[in-house]
């Protein structure tokens, strides 16, 4: 899978409510489209699940199908305990995983 | 006299399957075809486990006309303290005549803080988006929103 971009600010007041923005590219094939050469189905490939997870504890998940169009964006609300580093993570039909984490500072 | 009998049917669901599911499906009748209607009320019934669901607290943002059904943005958001006690444990975007009508079940915690998410979805026809979302006291809310679309998007 690509890199995904991620906006998550680097510091914030504790308790305060930021917003969190992932892109993430992919194709997220349906399943429905057929190669139009040999008439075969494509088989369905999505992110079906997006994970975001701060200091061990989780904050948001997506379980996400295939009427989630190609390059995932995905904007979500945290509210920032403490200082931490927050885990994210695509997982793909085939199994493929794609991590990435940001660190934030809260006083 | 023809309504009439649409009416009936939908009483004689009602008594079957319970108010909730066929409520929130027969209320969006006009738009949606019978086979289209019974999908999403499936569906409902299956993610609520035929519990009622309250219209209200949910937001459903979308614009009126999509001129690309492969990328439809929309925000979500429902109306939630979001505190330990009180906050929305998840949220279920149904696009009702798409091939596969539930586009994604987000879940939430007490650490997010807000209830409000965005993303894009593909949509393969005019139809009405219906977004049920379930708050930690075990109780479901819905909102809905019909979205023209010009140009189809589920790649089939």
Redesign the interface.
């Known amino acids: 899978m690509a890199k995904p971009r991620i906006k998550f600010p680097k510091t914030a007041k504790v308790g305060q409510?930021?917003q969190i923005k992932t892109l993430m590219s992919h194709p997220m094939e349906?399943g429905?489209?057929k190669n139009k050469k040999t008439g075969k189905k494509i088989p369905r490939n999505i992110i079906n699940t997006f994970t975001a997870v701060?200091n061990g504890?989780?904050?948001?998940?997506?379980?996400?199908?295939?009427?989630?169009?190609?390059n995932?964006?995905?904007?979500?609300?945290?509210?920032v305990?403490a200082s931490g580093e927050m885990v994210f993570t695509w997982l793909e039909d085939s199994g493929k995983k794609t991590t990435a984490s940001r660190k934030i500072t809260a006083s | 006299m023809k309504d009439r009998n649409k009416f009936q049917a939908v009483d004689r669901r009602e008594f079957v399957l319970g108010a909730s599911a066929a409520a929130i499906v027969a209320a969006n009748w006009s738009g949606m075809g019978e086979a289209q209607a019974k999908g999403a009320e499936d569906l409902i019934k299956k993610l609520t486990g035929g519990k009622k669901v309250t219209a209200g607290k949910v937001t459903v943002k979308l614009p009126d006309i999509a001129e690309n059904g492969?990328?439809?943005?929309f925000?979500v958001r429902v109306d939630s303290p979001?505190t330990d006690k009180d906050y929305v444990k998840a949220i279920h975007v149904i696009?009702t005549a798409?091939?596969?009508?539930?586009?994604?079940?987000?879940?939430?915690?007490?650490?997010?803080?807000?209830?409000?998410?965005?993303?894009?979805?593909?949509?393969a026809k005019t139809q009405e988006i219906i977004v049920i979302a379930e708050l930690s006291n075990g109780s479901f809310v819905s909102g809905k929103k019909n979205v023209k679309v010009t140009i189809g998007?589920?790649?089939?």
């Open positions: 409510v930021v349906t429905l489209r701060f504890k989780p904050v948001f998940e997506a379980d996400m199908e295939s009427s989630v169009s190609a995932t964006y995905m904007s979500f609300y945290f509210k305990p | 492969n990328t439809v943005p925000t979001m696009a798409n091939p596969t009508p539930l586009v994604a079940t987000y879940k939430l915690t007490a650490a997010s803080g807000k209830a409000e998410v965005s993303s894009r979805m593909r949509m998007g589920c790649g089939g």
